[in-house]
Structures are given as C-alpha cells and as structure tokens.
C-alpha cells in the first residue's frame, strides 16, 4: 500500500493514525502541498480531485480519509476504529463528519487562497476566516462531545472519532484559535496525544517534516 499525503495535511493525518492504530505498514510517498504539487498534471493521475490523502492498493486509487479509513476497516477489523454499539458507532460517525464535512472544508487551502487571489483577503483575513469557521463548528462539537465522550470522543474506546479530532485541534492551534471555551475538547486532545497511534504518526514525525517543525 502507498499513501499520498503531507505531513501538515489534517485528512493525512487522520489516515496515518488509522494505520498506525491497525499496524498496517505502507509506503509513504509525499505530496508537497506547500509547493502546489498537488496541483500538477502527475499527481492529477493520482488524485483527480488534487486532494492530499489517497491510498493506492493493487494499482486502485482511494481518495478521501473516511473512505480510505473504511476500507482499512473492513479489510483489517482487528483493532476496531468502529466500537461500540450501534448507536455509539452512529455518535462516532457523526463526530468524524463533523470535522470532516462540517469545519475542515471551510478552512482547506484552495477556500483560504481563493479569498486571497480573488477577494483582497490579506494573510491577516485569511486567518481570521480560518479561525472563525473552526471556532463556529468547536462550538457544537464541544457540546456534541460534552455527551458524548468519556477517555475518547465517544465512550472509552479509541475510534475514527478521534482520528479526526485531534488533527482538526491541530489546525485550530496553528491558525490562532482561543481553545479555552472548549474543556472538553481540550481534555480529549490532551489524552490522545499520548497515544502511540497519534504519537507515531504526528505531523512533527514523518518523512517529509522540515527540520523546523521537527519534535
Ligand atoms: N474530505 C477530504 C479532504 C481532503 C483535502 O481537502 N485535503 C487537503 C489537505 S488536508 C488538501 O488536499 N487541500 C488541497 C487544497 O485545498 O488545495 C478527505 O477527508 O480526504
């Protein structure tokens, strides 16, 4: 298996914690998002949405994290990202496309770019409607995950839930927003940080992390 991704990319992430989590090895093939590689005519054969992660299996190309995190599901159930019981695994889908549907879309790179290229938005605002859009969805997800959480997102087991929150409090760290108004959030992503999953796939520890972003 080969997984296109970046380091800093929260989707990648997310796939990268579900490997981890299934000790499943793969190859890692960097998509530098920094350099608009993503962008190119060779990684269009990849991924036509030019969209970091996609895994390759048996020469198939499987875009988008919860598909690609399904999959590894499916095909290697033991340890389970889907535990609990069918109403729990309901609240843990629900908190994954929170993230994943809900807050990550509005903070992407071509979304935040565009308002630069084309709607005068300097850095400064670029930063703020990033920060804004994650804030807005914080505020249901924390109040979500109020009821929902106990050690992790949903209940006390490890789940797809947690690999999408802690990269998404990542983002929300890295573009300024106020984590205080979020306890809940906080205690999870303090927890989870510990764990050997999300250490060893931490954007700070991969292949092609720059020495400057190095743990
Ligand atoms: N919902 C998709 C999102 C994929 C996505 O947009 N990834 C970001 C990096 S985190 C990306 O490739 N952005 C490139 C861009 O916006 O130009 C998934 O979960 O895989």
Redesign the pocket.
């Known amino acids: 298996m080969k997984l296109y991704n970046?380091w800093r990319?929260?989707?990648?992430w997310?796939v990268r914690i579900a490997l981890a989590y299934k000790n499943v090895p793969y190859e890692y093939v960097s998509v530098n998002?920094g350099n608009n590689e993503?962008?190119g005519d060779a990684y269009a054969k990849v991924n036509m949405f030019?969209?970091?992660?996609t895994l390759v299996v048996d020469g198939v190309r499987i875009?988008?994290?919860?598909a690609i995190i399904e999959y590894l599901e499916e095909r290697f159930p033991t340890p389970t990202l889907l535990p609990g019981s069918l109403l729990e695994r309901a609240r843990i889908r629900q908190v994954a496309e929170v993230v994943?549907?809900g807050i990550?879309?509005l903070q992407?790179?071509?979304?935040v770019?565009k308002l630069g290229a084309e709607y005068g938005a300097d850095d400064a605002a670029q930063q703020r409607w990033r920060a804004d859009f994650i804030a807005r969805g914080f505020v249901g997800l924390e109040t979500l995950l109020h009821e929902t959480a106990k050690t992790h997102c949903v209940g006390e087991a490890f789940s797809v839930a947690d690999c999408c929150l802690v990269p998404q409090v990542l983002n929300a760290r890295r573009f300024g927003v106020d984590l205080a108004p979020y306890p809940t959030i906080r205690r999870l992503e303090e927890g989870l940080l510990a764990h050997p999953a999300i250490v060893k796939s931490h954007p700070e520890r991969q292949p092609d992390t720059p020495a400057e972003a190095r743990a």
């Open positions: 970046y990319s929260s989707a990648s997310r998002l993503h962008l030019h969209e970091a992660p875009g988008q994290s919860l994943n549907s990550h879309p992407n790179m071509r979304v770019k």
